[in-house]
């Protein structure tokens, strides 16, 4: 379970900067949520398919955490949109 979690925890924090792709500026946090939100779905069915051990921690270290990764960017990158002169002030 220590491989599980480290592994997502690792994926979760590169796949944030997935955001900075192209193709996801282009769409906007509610799209970049219910993208994530779905993903993540698909994520838990296909974990329930897993036979083995190796899948289960490629499934869930891997994609859970991608898609965990991109859902926690939405809430930042609406926050830098709509308060771009306080960035970084208290």
Not at 6 to 16: A, H
Not at 42 to 54: G, R
Not at 68 to 74: D, T, V
């Amino acid at each position: 379970m220590a491989l599980i979690q480290t592994l997502t925890v690792i994926v979760l924090t590169l796949s944030m900067y997935l955001v900075n792709l192209p193709f996801l500026q282009r769409l906007s946090s509610r799209s970049t949520t219910a993208f994530c939100v779905i993903c993540t779905c698909i994520v838990y069915l296909v974990l329930s398919l897993a036979k083995s051990y190796t899948m289960y921690v490629l499934i869930y270290g891997v994609a859970f955490g991608c898609f965990i990764g991109l859902g926690y960017m939405a809430p930042m990158k609406n926050c830098y949109q709509h308060i771009p002169d306080r960035k970084g002030k208290g």
